[in-house]
């Protein structure tokens, strides 16, 4: 778990102690501060005054709890919107100044092609990609990516820049939970580098321990081929239109030498979302890349890759179908690309959230 989170955390906490100094106060005079200040710290009085300042405390503790829950501590610390009290104005949880701070983090010229906007892509990618369809664990609901050992997963190599890169977010904004903070960056990511828009909706909640993190392995290998991405994809319920449709993220971004161990970007303009991953796979001249590296392609100037993953889909027939598809026609993937990523963002998410939609 980041420190920020543990700071904010701790900045709840002297939160409610404050309420337990008021909530315990009751009557004004020395046997109430004794017993908040027994509440605080746990320290001992005279023996004399235990039982009854033990009482106070208690009841301050009680009525302390019950005051957060009120003001909505408990709900921030959960990332979920905190309810108002009858009568008071129902609170409104602001998604487009969250949406407007995300896009003004995006641009950076000292980071790699001067866009978070892809490892941001691959964030939310990355934590709702676990989903298992057979049992519901996994996926979105939860950003159980705060916890190791999912933190440390191979696959997730070097998304701590992404979620520190949130951090400040989180804190402005702390009715958020970090996994719709996470799949809404995902989103803003891809509508301000050029592409769709994506049909997103709050209602994910996290969880507050690393019990719920799933085994390592459910992310694509790129090293494989054809059936592997089928079991990691279908594991999920997606199908063979959808597989295609998600993998021309690979427009966006590169490899790092230092997190996955592969090296270059995909296209020459990684820093753009459009059809290009796909007109570089089926127009350029791809060849096994002689180095100390994994397996990996590379073009004839050295510059662009492709990985094992990436060359299945024209390897196979019904994988290559709708890559030829996708390189003539951007709408068409911009459609596709939409529907799978929304589709992506609400795996593991409760399908009775108001307004979540089941996936299809």
């Known amino acids: 778990m980041s420190s920020a989170m543990f700071r904010n955390g701790r900045s709840h906490w002297r939160q409610i102690a404050k309420l337990a100094a008021v909530a315990g106060a009751g009557p004004s005079g020395p046997s109430a501060n004794f017993a908040v200040r027994q509440f605080a710290s746990e320290s001992g009085g005279s023996k004399g005054g235990k039982g009854f300042g033990t009482l106070l405390a208690v009841g301050g503790g009680i009525g302390a709890l ?4 009120r003001m909505g501590y408990f709900d921030s610390m959960l990332g979920a919107p905190p309810q108002s009290s009858k009568g008071d104005t129902p609170f409104k949880p602001d998604y487009a100044a969250v949406r407007e701070d995300i896009a003004k983090l ?3 010229d000292d980071y790699d092609d001067g866009s978070y906007g892809p490892i941001l892509v691959r964030l939310a990618w990355h934590s709702s990609g676990t989903y298992s369809k057979k049992d519901g664990t996994g996926g979105s609901n939860g950003a159980t990516m705060r916890f190791r050992p999912e933190a440390e997963h191979s696959a997730n ?6 979620r520190e890169l949130l951090e400040p977010i989180k804190k402005k ?16 990511a891809v509508e301000e580098l050029g592409g769709p828009t994506i049909d997103w909706t709050p209602g994910r909640s996290d969880k507050i321990d690393h019990s719920a ?9 790129a090293v494989k081929g054809p059936p592997h991405i089928r079991d990691i994809f279908y594991r999920m319920g997606f199908n063979d239109q ?7 993220a690979h427009s966006l971004g590169r490899c790092h030498t230092d997190r996955s161990g592969f090296e270059n970007p995909w296209t020459n303009a990684p820093t753009t979302f459009s059809n290009l991953y796909f007109q570089e796979l089926l127009e350029n001249k791809w060849r096994r890349r002689k180095w100390n590296g994994p397996p990996q392609f590379e073009d004839k100037t050295g510059q662009l890759m492709m990985l094992n993953t990436d060359m299945a889909l024209i390897q196979d027939k019904s994988f290559r179908k709708w890559v030829e598809l996708y390189a003539k026609d951007q709408d068409k993937f911009f459609d596709d690309f939409a529907a799978a990523y929304q589709k992506l963002l609400h795996l593991g998410v409760p399908v009775n959230n108001p307004g979540q939609p089941a996936p299809a």
């Open 173 to 188: 904004y702390p009715w958020i939970s970090y996994s719709d903070l996470w799949t809404l960056a995902g989103c803003v």
């Open 106 to 108: 995006l641009d950076d």
């Open 66 to 69: 019950y005051a957060a829950g």
């Open 157 to 162: 190599a070097g998304l701590h820049v992404a």
């Open 213 to 221: 993190c799933p085994e390592d392995g459910r992310l694509p290998d």
């Open 242 to 248: 959808e597989i295609v449709a998600l993998s021309g």
